[in-house]
């Protein structure tokens, strides 16, 4: 496996920046850019990747650690979303990354007789059928219907006056970070010219077509140029920042949603499976972690510094109220080993709501030499 060394990182930089034009150059060391490096240098390409601060120091390190087909995307019938993310999703368990992802049970409680069984019980229904269609289904069993006492048994924590019964399906989770740097190593494998710690500060512009960037190198404070017969725009709840460098309006805007995340220890609740609640506005996930949970998220506009998203006390209480609605044994501030917070990159639209906003990503091309990736990531990582 190559190193990303600081000794390869000059190497990289130094390559970029002698005057050679490389076929493409990623702006962006997330899940998406790195993602974009490893496709077209695995095509042939001579491809640089550029990441401002730390691979995956972004989003793609502060999601919840899953890999899903979103179900709750069902329910807003967009079927093609989620047979797309479910593809993915068996694609990373079975031939991509095996030694990253794998599966993880959730229980899903029922509240209400009958009606709620038949319908929940559709919806996960489909869920699999829509992974069994996409092929990718294998290695992860299929749903179950449980009694309140087989619900009890998985997940002893649980109230017993909070559920009926429940149904207990299965995704797959994944190392975020890590999933992100294997992308980088393994472009940089095959040839690509990695560099982090290398903000971009500008474009260069060449009459009407793009032609490269400039580039500030953090760690050593010398600027290059690094052309580019096309360049990629993946900077996530960045792209409107980087857009704002090429001096012309973007086609579409970018909107920050900040999702928050408790660790609390693995014996403060007492279960062997996640859960997954409902909540009034979304769903919430109870996330086995290693030796913790991982109790998240929340969706909620942020307008402020996007390299460092705060949880508020009214964040931490939101979650703590609702994870403790269903709990034997409350948790409380005192538990919490942990807080992370993220910012999706959601699409800007009409609605006020963040929650409301699209999780698809768009590709466009604002200006010749130049392409935006812009929107949620894929393969969805939630």
Do not use: C
């Not at 990373?92 to 929940?120: G, I, S």
């Not at 792209?239 to 408790?262: C, M, N, P, W, Y």
């Not at 919490?336 to 959601?346: I, K, N």
């Amino acid at each position: 496996m190559t190193a990303l060394s600081p000794q390869a990182r000059t190497r990289a930089l130094d390559t970029m920046g002698d005057g050679r034009e490389l076929d493409v150059v990623v702006v962006g060391g997330g899940v998406v850019g790195a993602g974009a490096a490893l496709d077209a240098v695995t095509r042939g390409l001579t491809v640089g990747l550029l990441e401002a601060r730390d691979w995956a120091s972004g989003t793609s390190s502060r999601s919840s650690k899953l890999i899903h087909g979103g179900l709750r995307y069902l329910e807003m019938l967009d079927f093609a979303l989620v047979r797309e993310a479910l593809r993915e999703r068996g694609l990373l368990l079975q031939r991509l990354a095996p030694h990253l992802v794998r599966p993880v049970a959730f229980l899903y409680p029922l509240k209400h007789h009958a009606w709620e069984r038949v319908y929940a019980g559709a919806g996960v229904m489909l869920y699999d059928t829509l992974s069994l269609s996409s092929g990718s289904a294998r290695g992860l069993p299929r749903h179950r219907h449980l009694t309140r006492r087989g619900a009890l048994r998985a997940a002893p924590g649980l109230r017993k006056d909070s559920l009926i019964g429940a149904l207990r399906y299965y995704d797959a989770q994944v190392d975020d970070a890590r999933f992100t740097e294997f992308l980088v190593r393994t472009a940089a494998s095959y040839g690509a010219h990695v560099a982090s710690r290398a903000a971009v500060t500008g474009f260069v512009r060449e009459g009407d077509r793009i032609a490269g960037v400039r580039v500030l190198d953090e760690e050593g404070g010398r600027e290059i140029e690094v052309r580019a017969r096309q360049v990629i725009n993946a900077t996530g709840v960045w792209t409107d920042d980087t857009q704002a460098l090429v001096g012309e309006r973007g086609q579409f805007h970018v909107r920050a949603s900040k999702g928050i995340h408790l660790v609390v220890p693995r014996d403060r609740i007492r279960s062997t499976t996640g859960l997954i609640l409902r909540t009034e506005t979304s769903v919430l996930f109870v996330i086995p972690w290693g030796r913790h949970w991982i109790i998240g998220t929340t969706d909620t506009d942020w307008r402020l510094d996007k390299a460092h998203p705060a949880a508020t006390r009214k964040d931490i209480d939101y979650l703590l109220e609702h994870v403790n609605r269903v709990l034997v044994t409350p948790v409380t501030r005192e538990d919490v080993q942990g807080v992370y917070a993220g910012l999706r990159p959601l699409l800007s639209g009409e609605s006020e709501l963040t929650s409301k906003l699209s999780r698809e990503h768009v590709v466009g091309s604002p200006s010749p030499g130049l392409v935006v990736v812009a929107g949620a990531s894929s393969p969805r990582i939630g």
